[in-house]
């Protein structure tokens, strides 16, 4: 247990909310870019339901506390619980928000979910050294970073087969109604996958956070003041919004027609839900642009702007070293003072 000053805890878990918000502001072209791309919704518009359906999540949780899975795996699943500090804790978010404005100011779909994982491992290492690293936490996390586009990928174009089968014998003008009210259905779907998933890692982290000073005893559980709170800052990040990266995942990619951001959108539901169950703190940046390449290739493969992909994954894969590096420096300046 490590003493923390109430006035430095209460700073340190704002700072965690803060990172909670950017990453709704960062990720709020993960669940709109469909639908502002093929003109379904206002940028306005689309920004007020994303949120709206971020904050719906809160509810899911209530009704099935088992989808806090993600929370325990970033709280403790990533590196050891009980050696992490509240400088820890600084490290990892500092490392995380940095690499989050980075990619934001350039108009980089970059990963905040893996930004946080990396901000964390770099600070809880240089803290404990290479020990303190939960392996099986890790894997699936490092794992998920390369299946969780491909699913979505196979997903959005099996989505856009099927469909395509169903929608065969009606004519157009009906075909295109009933796709603007599926892909309005489906973003609301993702929208509240990517609240689910995304604000748990700011729940683990203000949890463990509560741990180490002593504030959190018996089983590692999120308080309920802690789920809401996180809930709202991303919701609120959300109605900011990040518009250079929704240019780039909504139209930079590939063009999209309703079909094909209905296909996007459920498919990269289906995997961000299936990965909040399996405890999983899985990339919704990385899901959706997986599933939106899909939906494009689906079409023909070169309506997919591969350039313009390639650029998005090459950030992907320096993410997690980036924010380690940069979180293990955070640490190391706790260490001046």
């Known amino acids: 247990m490590h003493e923390l000053a109430f006035p430095l805890l209460v700073g340190l878990i704002a700072v965690a909310l803060a990172f909670d918000y950017l990453n709704g502001l960062h990720d709020a072209a993960n669940s709109i870019a469909t639908v502002v791309a093929t003109r379904l919704l206002s940028p306005v518009k689309a920004v007020l339901f994303a949120a709206f359906f971020n904050f719906a999540a809160y509810f899911l949780s209530l009704a099935f506390p088992a989808l806090h899975a993600v929370a325990e795996t970033i709280g403790k699943g990533l590196v050891d619980k009980d050696i992490v500090t509240p400088a820890v804790i600084f490290g990892a978010l500092g490392g995380a928000m940095s690499w989050n404005v980075i990619t934001w100011l350039r108009g980089i779909p970059s990963s905040s979910s893996h ?9 809880g290492v240089a803290h404990g050294g290479i020990f303190a690293i939960q392996w099986t936490g890790l894997n699936k996390t490092l794992v998920a970073i390369v299946l969780s586009p491909t699913l979505g990928m196979i997903l959005a174009m099996l989505v856009m087969l099927v469909s395509s089968w169903i929608f065969h014998r009606v004519n157009s003008f009906h075909a295109e109604r009933s796709f603007r009210v599926l892909h309005v259905i489906s973003s609301a779907c993702y929208s509240i996958s990517h609240g689910l998933n995304d604000a748990q890692k700011t729940m683990g982290i203000i949890t463990v956070l509560l741990y180490s000073t002593g504030r959190l005893t018996g089983d590692f559980e999120v308080p309920h003041w802690v789920a809401i709170s996180c809930y709202i800052a991303i919701a609120a990040g959300t109605m900011t919004g990040g518009w250079k990266i929704i240019e780039t995942m909504g139209s930079r990619i590939t063009k999209l027609s309703q079909h094909q951001g209905f296909s996007a959108s459920l498919a990269g539901s289906i995997i961000v839900f299936s ?40 950030a992907w894969i320096i993410t997690i070293p980036a924010s380690a590096v940069i979180g293990a420096a955070f640490y190391a300046v706790t260490l001046l003072f």
């Open 115 to 123: 930004a946080l994982v990396g901000g964390l491992i770099g600070a």
């Open 275 to 314: 990965a909040s169950t399996l405890g999983i703190p899985v990339s919704t940046t990385h899901t959706i642009t997986g599933s939106i390449i899909g939906a494009g290739t689906a079409r023909r493969a070169s309506a997919v702007r591969w350039g313009v992909a390639k650029n998005v994954v090459m």
